[in-house]
């Protein structure tokens, strides 16, 4: 909105020529979404709380940490719908609306949203863990993956080769597999942050890591000068994602501001769903789908221990954790809580590290 209504304006006042610079932009979008969920969370805390909106811990099989959760009864959730109107309302007044890939980044993170604040509002009706069926949440995630994927794959301007971080001249052309795994990129990315999101501040925290990374990722693959130099992908329309990154962090760090433990309020699966799937479509529309997998390696690592678990117990009938996700089996090793968190935070910042230091070991 304001590169529309303000930039035109560089020729009465020059000033107003800095909306020009997607790093003015970028800076203004996290900024925003920082504010917003700064002065709005107490609000909609208050308001959850009236309308009992509160966290469910009836847990089916967790009782080995039913008590870590006792004192979060009372804690509203669904915080993730201020954080999903914090990062498009951001987007809208800082972003490009009519960059092609702003609008599949909004829609991406909208539609994960609303899967997850469908799941929200049953579970909450059913008082239970149970929300929307697994089957049903997994189609609605890959039904708009499926179509992400088919509209690139065909569209002239993107490339389908896969880009593997640290061989410079290694492209995988992935042809029509693009599509599914663009699928899986996105699913992906949006399960392996709803499983982390259980501990205060665990996701979120590693969300703003992840976002700050690419953000980073996304600016300098909207450059052609540097990623010439580099030796990244270049992307014409990628250069504005940097806007829209961004905002995932003022976002995510507004949120952690009341989320911390302990937390006055969770992000529930409207938050983590659209926070992993945001990252997800960043990651492919700027080319660094393998990147991801190292600066969001918590969140990878949490998805693996799962799987790992699960196909442990039904193949061999033995447990490989105390319990899955991971962090569940670092609290039943007699970690506290905070502990746990702050660690795997450290991890995350190393792992963004990493990730941006694969720009020039290439």
């Not at 092609?100 to 909004?106: D, E």
């Not at 579970?123 to 995630?141: D, H, M, P, W």
């Not at 117990?313 to 746990?340: A, I, N």
Request: charged share 10%; hydrophobic share 50%.
């Amino acid at each position: 909105m304001f590169l529309y209504f303000l930039y035109p304006l560089k020729d009465v006042f020059s000033i107003f020529n800095v909306f020009r610079y997607i790093t003015f932009r970028a800076i203004g979008a996290s900024v925003t979404a920082f504010l917003l969920s700064l002065i709005l969370f107490p609000i909609l805390i208050n308001e959850l709380r009236k309308l009992s909106v509160v966290n469910s811990t009836n847990r089916p099989h967790t009782e080995k940490i039913e008590g870590f959760y006792a004192n979060k009864k009372t804690t509203p959730t669904m915080g993730g719908v201020l954080i999903l109107g914090s990062i498009v309302f951001s987007n809208v007044l800082w972003g490009n609306l009519q960059n092609p890939y702003m609008l599949l980044a909004l829609l991406v993170v909208t539609w994960y949203g609303a899967v997850g604040f469908v799941d929200d509002l049953i579970k909450l009706r059913s008082k239970s863990s149970k929300g929307i069926s697994g089957r049903v949440k997994l189609a609605g995630q890959l039904i708009l993956g499926f179509a992400i994927g088919t509209y690139l794959y065909y569209d002239p301007n993107f490339s389908s080769l896969l880009y593997v971080p640290f061989l410079k001249k290694l492209q995988i052309p992935l042809g029509l597999l693009f599509i599914p795994f663009a699928v899986i990129v996105l699913a992906g990315s949006s399960n392996a942050l709803n499983l982390t999101d259980g501990m205060d501040g665990l996701a979120i925290g590693c969300t703003a890591f992840s976002a700050g990374a690419l953000t980073i990722f996304a600016y300098l693959a909207g450059r052609f000068d540097f990623a010439e130099y580099l030796g990244i992908p270049y992307s014409s329309l990628g250069g504005e994602l940097t806007v829209f990154s961004a905002s995932l962090v003022g976002a995510a760090v507004g949120f952690l501001w009341y989320n911390s433990y302990p937390a006055t309020i969770m992000m529930g699966d409207t938050g983590s769903l659209s926070l992993g799937g945001a990252l997800g479509i960043v990651a492919i529309l700027i080319k660094q789908e393998l990147v991801l997998l190292i600066v969001g390696g918590i969140f990878v690592w949490e998805a693996v221990s799962v799987m790992i678990q699960v196909a442990s117990f039904k193949f061999f009938k033995k447990r490989v954790f105390l319990m899955s996700p991971f962090h569940h089996h670092l609290q039943l090793k007699g970690w506290p809580e905070t502990k746990v968190t702050i660690r795997l935070w450290i991890i995350a910042f190393i792992l963004a590290l990493i990730g941006l230091g694969t720009i020039k070991l290439r």
